[in-house]
């Protein structure tokens, strides 16, 4: 019991001491399974230096990058990002240790700087024995294993990290001081993604309770004054103050209330809404300035990226029909109609398409109605469900991209009447961002955890992708997309 509870409060560090010796590890069979792709490991002893250096540079590299602080993260994309930088850190940091260490073993006087001795030392313990023997390419095909191993080594930490965190392992208690809009929707991201490991403990404000029916199933645990006696009673350990209508006089001394009393805090910024904009965090010397983005558009990244979809779309197309041809084959056996179902949605600049689909539901139900929320729909079919819950019924849309009116990664292509809901009853004023890029096939959405919440709950993913756009994050994407089709969701 005493274990368990001392594993508890110290979740965390134990978690990213595990996983550097995981890393540590996955970096050895990397390299051993570099080395058995080309049959050398009846060699490994010519190469033990190298997988020595690689080991060590690469552990310092991944510290370096941030990849060892615990970070929390809905999806683990900007992990993904920082395990490709760091890997790449590591390969020319490992290319210039064994240039440096060689130096050495060739007792070249040039290199007598300072520093030497300290290299002449790790020279002694580390060797480089036969390094005229190592193969060029075995050492890249190692680094590109070590990124592919390490993603999904990290990939599978994660997902074990967001179990713990849902079943109420590690988590951090957390209280929201305010209780206004935006304190609620704090706490309702809590809520929804619990694999963030915030446990919710409660709202503090000056006399104002959370309004039932939102925030007010949740207790309300007083004011400033009741700050010390509730971090005892409910162990927080975190305050997000979330009050953005706060005088900054009253906030500063709130934040030192907080210091004082040993409890971390986080301050939603006033201007909230600037942050999920097109503005970038510039300064006048000292002075911070929020600056609009002049160039929002990367016209060569949209280029590229409409190129390289209408390309993909194509192959795809072409790699695919026999198999979208059976798929046509068994919908028109099992139900009279047309193979293909086609839906309005809004698009890019808000203009409407045609969005095609391989027909899930009966001919004569097949209308704009609410989702299917069971397996015993009436109006599914069973070729239908087993698309549905395999997202193959979207293959089609590869004719969307081909006509430019979608890509493959991007934002929901909603309904009209969707969109029209939402502008009219949402207060959140960035919302009309998400149509500044093509409607995806798959995003960020699709493969998170949060596909079944509300869609006005989501739209965050949507204003992420938009402010985050790149190559590498199609990529990551696209890859998570693929493992979600494989694994089969549970998708009515």
């Known amino acids: 019991m005493h274990l368990m509870g001392w594993l508890r409060r110290n979740f965390d560090t134990c978690f990213i001491v595990i996983q550097v010796w995981l890393d540590g590890f996955t970096i050895l069979l990397a390299c051993v399974w570099g080395l058995g792709v080309f049959r050398q490991l009846n ?63 060739e007792g070249d006087k040039k290199w007598d700087f300072p520093g030497f001795d300290l290299l002449r030392a790790v020279h002694d313990v580390v060797g480089l024995a036969d390094i005229d023997q190592w193969s060029r390419f075995i050492y890249l095909l190692i680094f590109a294993m070590i990124f592919g191993l390490m993603v999904v080594q990290r990939g599978i930490m994660f997902k074990i990290s967001s179990m713990l965190h849902a079943a ?14 935006m304190a609620q929707r704090v706490e309702q991201k809590m809520r929804i993604f619990p694999t963030l490991g915030f446990h919710f403990v409660g709202y503090f404000d000056e006399g104002e309770e959370p309004p039932e029916g939102r925030g007010g199933a949740r207790p309300y645990l ?38 004082n009393l040993g409890i971390e805090y986080q301050v939603v910024p006033r201007l909230y809404h600037f942050f999920s904009q097109r503005f970038a965090i510039d300064s006048l010397d000292s002075i ?33 029909s026999p198999f979208l041809l059976l798929i046509g084959l068994l919908i028109r ?40 929320n069971s397996r015993s729909d009436p109006r599914v079919t069973r070729i239908g469900r087993f698309l549905r819950r395999t997202s193959l019924d979207e293959l089609p849309q590869l004719v969307n991209v081909l006509r430019g009116e979608m890509s493959l990664v991007g934002p929901r292509p909603e309904m009209p009447f969707i969109v029209g809901h939402i ?28 596909r079944k919440a509300p869609i006005q709950e989501n739209i965050d993913y949507d204003l992420y992708y938009l402010e985050n756009q790149s190559v590498f994050l199609d990529i990551v994407i696209l890859f998570l997309t693929a493992l979600a089709v494989l694994r089969i969701r549970e998708t009515y």
């Open 333 to 372: 056996r099992e139900s009279s109609g047309p193979v293909l179902f086609s839906q309005v949605r809004v698009g890019f600049k808000q203009r409407t398409f045609r969005m095609i689909k391989f027909r899930t539901m009966y001919h004569d139900m097949c209308v704009d109605a609410a989702t299917p």
């Open 43 to 105: 060699q490994f002893s010519l190469y033990r230096q190298l997988v020595v250096v690689i080991i060590g540079v690469t552990l310092v590299s991944f510290w370096n990058c941030g990849l060892y602080r615990w970070r929390k993260s809905i999806l683990n994309v900007e992990e993904y990002r920082s395990t490709f930088q760091a890997t790449m850190l590591s390969f020319l940091g490992t290319a210039t240790t064994i240039y440096l260490l060689r130096a050495v073993e």
């Open 168 to 181: 109420g392992f590690g988590n951090t208690n957390v209280a929201v001081f305010g209780t206004g809009d």
């Open 288 to 320: 911070p300035l929020i600056t609009l983005n002049r160039n929002p558009g990367r016209p060569i990244y949209r280029l590229t990226k409409s190129l390289v979809d209408r390309l993909l779309a194509l192959v795809l197309l072409a790699l695919l």
């Open 423 to 450: 502008q009219n009853d949402m207060e959140d004023p960035v919302y009309h961002l998400r149509f500044d890029t093509k409607p995806g096939i798959t995003g960020l959405w699709q493969v998170s955890s949060a």
């Open 222 to 259: 007083g004011g400033r004054r009741q700050l010390e006696e509730m971090r005892v009673m409910h162990g927080i350990s975190r305050v997000i103050i979330s009050k953005p209508e706060m005088e900054e006089d009253e906030l500063i001394e709130l934040c030192g209330h907080l210091e």
